[in-house]
Nanobody, 125 residues
Framework: VQLQASGGGLVQAGGSLRLSCAASGRTLSDYVVAWFRQAAEKGREFVAGVSRRGGGTFYLDSVKGRFTISKDNAKNTVYLQMNGLKPEDTAVYFC???????????????????WGQGTLVTVSS
């Protein structure tokens, strides 16, 4: 599966952005899909994940209540709606897919074999 991430940009604190992760080659209903982010001089961090059929979602504690991940299997696309953005959300955001990851390992980036290119999110204070 090939993944294409988009939707990043510059936004003021408190603003919103919606990231998209469009897939080609395979249907996303066969994959768990997650968003990770990497800020400057920091490691890659799990942000949110969604189950194969889209019924289960998982979040980094610091984004709960602000970010929503969703999967549209008909459009073969996963979205990350980000509201109430904070400067500390500034990072390059990556989408990733895995056909083998289990619930207890969603947050482990090593479990994801397929990655899109990053999209930069910058939140100004």
């Amino acid at each position: 599966v090939q993944l294409q991430a988009s939707g990043g940009g510059l936004v003021q604190a408190g603003g919103s952005l919606r990231l998209s992760c469009a897939a080609s080659g395979r249907t996303l209903s066969d994959y768990v899909v997650a968003w990770f982010r990497q800020a400057a001089e920091k490691g890659r961090e799990f942000v949110a994940g969604v189950s194969r059929r889209g019924g289960g979602t998982f979040y980094l504690d610091s984004v709960k209540g602000r970010f929503t991940i969703s999967k549209d299997n008909a459009k073969n696309t996963v979205y990350l709606q980000m509201n109430g953005l904070k400067p500390e959300d500034t990072a390059v955001y990556f989408c990733a897919a895995s056909s083998t990851v289990i619930t207890s390992s969603y947050r482990n980036s090593d479990m994801y074999a397929y990655w899109g290119q990053g999209t930069l999110v910058t939140v100004s204070s």
